[in-house]
Each structure stands twice: as structure tokens, then as C-alpha cells.
């Protein structure tokens, strides 16, 4: 009943949001309505397919390489992908590994009877985070074969904290990324876990592998090193202004904001008025190789930008955490990002492999960046240790996969 009562207090305050003009609560809002009907018109034919949700983009690249693994093996087999966060949605929602790409209707009794009820998947695949109780409630009353993809735990999450075990009874099975996370569930009676990995690094891998190029990074370097930072908050921003103003002749920067809305690239333009600055999305205007700092504007292009640096900066270390810090390791160059990152493994086993640096401010930014530049060792070793690290870590995908198909359920 509180669960109930959260959940609706919740869509009730990202209604109130939409209607005081956030942009992301009227997009949550406005692709939800009507869409249950539009679900339930669909002709689904033999039911017989497999359901991915993510919460975001994030967890959306995380899944990714399961869903293209699964239509390279089986190319007639039918994906649902749903989303919570317009984030995801907004981006992916013409994506062409799926068949259909939908937000997930708000999780409540009515919603999940009736979504299951229409699409009747035979495998529901949620992604690292997602504990929607009415879906999962209402995947068990159906027998619907669920797994839980990538996915890290911690002592102090609430499910063992509370002893609200509910949501990971359902889970048909567990596909976790390391040796803690599957203790933490056979302390709690859970052994139906399994040591896969983390599907991000086969994600990353591929997108370097790929070898895809962007002309417009290519010509705002113009033979100058790069310092591209990605996924930038404020307070990152705040901490790049200042090595910016101190920085050498052979440095030029790019900058990859975690929100592009117009608001916050009016917000960079004033933080760099000084400087001559280029966007991404008007890369073809004459002048481009002349510019000191490039504002990558548009979603999709930093995994491939990284690419060109020789040091990477990931932003939101000075907020709720640290984003994807092994799409720019792949590359073999070292990587820097804030004092938040105690979550997340990768950032940790990078640390200590001393292939990334954290910083606490602007100083220390300046100090690692004058490091990594005059100790030619430092910044060889770093690099390599970030690319090993990358590479010994990849096939998690196909340890999932095989799982699976030894179960007849892709």
C-alpha cells in the first residue's frame, strides 16, 4: 500500500513539474498518454517477444550488445524496448534493433496487468537498476521467465536494508558484474546468480572497433593535442575554465555537456565568452579549425569523440556520481573525473591501476593535467593500463547469451 501510495505521489509531482514548464516532466508526461491503448491495439501475432527495459540511455548501451547479439544469432526474433526516462526514450526511440520502442507506462496495478497481458512476452530482460513491483508482480502471475542484466549490489541497498526482498524473488535468474554482488544475494538466500560481467565493455569495445570518424572533431584539432571532456555538469565546467585559462600552446578542448537543451549551451557560451568557441552541429561554418574550444551540442557522437583525445575528462563526478568512464579508457589514454565515483567498480579498478585520476578541484585538475604532460612515463603507462583493462574485461554478452539460449528462451 505505500509502495501504491509512493508511486502515486510521484507521477502526481512530475505532473505538477510538467505543467510549470520542465521540459523532461512534459515529455515523461505527454509519452504516456493514450499509450497503453496504442500497446493494446497492436497485433502482437504469437507473443513470442522478448522484452528489454531500460531506465535510461545508459543502461540502454548497457543492454545493447544482449539485443544485437540476440538479432545476430536470430534475426527474426521479435524486441520490445521500453524506457522510464525521456533521456533514453527521446534518443533511442528509432531504434532499429527493436520492433517496438516504448516508455513504460507508470508502474501501477492496473498499467502492468494490462501491458503483460497485451504483449505476453516469453523473456522480460530489465537492466542493472530496475525494480518496477507492479511489473514484476504481474511478470510472476504469468510464470515469465526474468532476469536482471549487469546488475550491482550493495549491502546498504534498501531491498537487503529493509528486508523488502519481494522484487529479486521474481527474478528468474541473476546476471551480476562481480564476486560482491553475488555474495550479497547467497548471504540473503539468492543463489541464483552468476559472475558475468559488465556488458558495457563489449559496447565500448565495438564502438572503437568500429573505427567510425568525425570529420568535424577532425578538423577543429588541426594538429593540436585534445582534452576532451564529456557528460559536464557546472561544477565541472567551473573546474575546466580554470586549467583552460592556464593551459599551453598545442591544447585545444572539447566539451560534451550532459544536458544539450539550449539553456545549457547558452550557459557554456558565457562561461567561455572569452574564448573562441564552435558548436558541433554548425562544424561545416568556415572558422572551425581556428577555434580554441568545441561544444559537441547533440546527443550520440562522445563515444566516438573520445577517440581523438589524448586525456579524457567524465563529468558528474561533482554531482550524483560519475558518468561512463570506459567509453573514453577504451581509447588507451588516461581519464580523469570528480571525487564521486565510490559506486561505481570501473572507476575504482581504474584508480588503482592508476590508468584514471580523481580530483577533488580546479588545483588538482591542474596538477594531474601538468603530470600526465611532462612525465612522458606516467602518461604511456596510464594509457596502456586503461586499454588492457577495457579489453580483459569484454565478453559478458555472450556469457548471457548462452545462458539463455541454453534455455530455449532466444
Known amino acids: 500500500m505505500l509502495y501504491r501510495l509512493g508511486t502515486l505521489l510521484y507521477i502526481t509531482a512530475i505532473k505538477l513539474a510538467a505543467v510549470f514548464g520542465n521540459a523532461k516532466a512534459k515529455l515523461w508526461v505527454n509519452g504516456r498518454k493514450g499509450l497503453l491503448q496504442e500497446i493494446e491495439a497492436i497485433d502482437w501475432g504469437n507473443h513470442e517477444y522478448i522484452w528489454v527495459h531500460c531506465a535510461s540511455l545508459g543502461e540502454f548501451e548497457q543492454g545493447r550488445p ?157 594538429g593540436n593535442k585534445l582534452f576532451i571532456a564529456g557528460s559536464t555538469w557546472p561544477e565541472d565546467e567551473k573546474n575546466l575554465a580554470r586549467l583552460i585559462a592556464t593551459t599551453p600552446v598545442g591544447y585545444k578542448f572539447v566539451i560534451a555537456p550532459h544536458d544539450v537543451n539550449p539553456t545549457r549551451i547558452a550557459e557554456l557560451k558565457t562561461l567561455f565568452s572569452n574564448y573562441n568557441l564552435a558548436l558541433y552541429t554548425q562544424g561545416k561554418t568556415e572558422g572551425l579549425a581556428d577555434a580554441q574550444i568545441l561544444i559537441i551540442d547533440t546527443i550520440g557522437v562522445l563515444s566516438t569523440a573520445y577517440r581523438y583525445a589524448q586525456i579524457s575528462y567524465v563529468g558528474g563526478g561533482f554531482n550524483s556520481g560519475i558518468h561512463n568512464v570506459l567509453e573514453a579508457a577504451v581509447y588507451g589514454h588516461p581519464v580523469i573525473f570528480g571525487p564521486k565515483h565510490q559506486k561505481f567498480a570501473e572507476a575504482h579498478d581504474l584508480l588503482k591501476l592508476h590508468a584514471a585520476f580523481s580530483i577533488a578541484n580546479a588545483d588538482d585538475l591542474q596538477h594531474i593535467f601538468n603530470n600526465l604532460n611532462t612525465d612522458s612515463r606516467l602518461y604511456i603507462l596510464a594509457g596502456s593500463a586503461s586499454r588492457k583493462y577495457v579489453l580483459e574485461n569484454t565478453g559478458a554478452t555472450d556469457k548471457i547469451y548462452n545462458h539463455l539460449k541454453a534455455q530455449g528462451l532466444v
Open 66 to 222: 544482449l539485443i544485437e547479439k540476440i538479432k545476430h544469432e536470430n534475426p527474426s526474433q521479435k524486441i520490445l524496448l521500453t524506457f522510464f526516462s525521456p533521456s533514453g526514450y527521446e534518443v533511442r526511440k528509432n531504434y532499429s534493433g527493436a520492433n517496438y520502442v516504448f516508455y513504460l507506462p507508470a508502474d501501477l496495478q492496473d498499467n502492468a496487468a494490462r501491458f503483460i497481458a497485451a504483449v505476453k512476452p516469453k523473456t522480460a530482460l530489465f537492466i542493472k537498476y530496475e525494480f518496477w513491483e507492479s511489473y514484476l508482480s504481474a511478470l510472476q502471475s504469468t510464470s515469465t521467465p526474468t532476469f536482471l542484466v549487469s546488475a550491482i549490489f550493495r549491502a546498504n541497498q534498501y531491498f537487503f536494508k529493509y528486508k523488502r526482498l519481494m522484487p529479486l524473488r521474481v527474478f528468474s535468474y541473476f546476471f551480476v558484474q562481480n564476486q560482491q554482488s553475488k555474495s550479497i544475494l547467497h548471504l540473503h538466500g539468492f543463489k541464483n546468480a552468476e559472475i558475468t560481467g559488465d556488458t558495457r565493455f563489449d559496447r565500448v569495445h565495438d564502438v572503437a572497433q568500429s573505427l567510425s570518424k568525425l570529420a568535424v572533431v577532425e578538423e577543429f584539432a588541426n
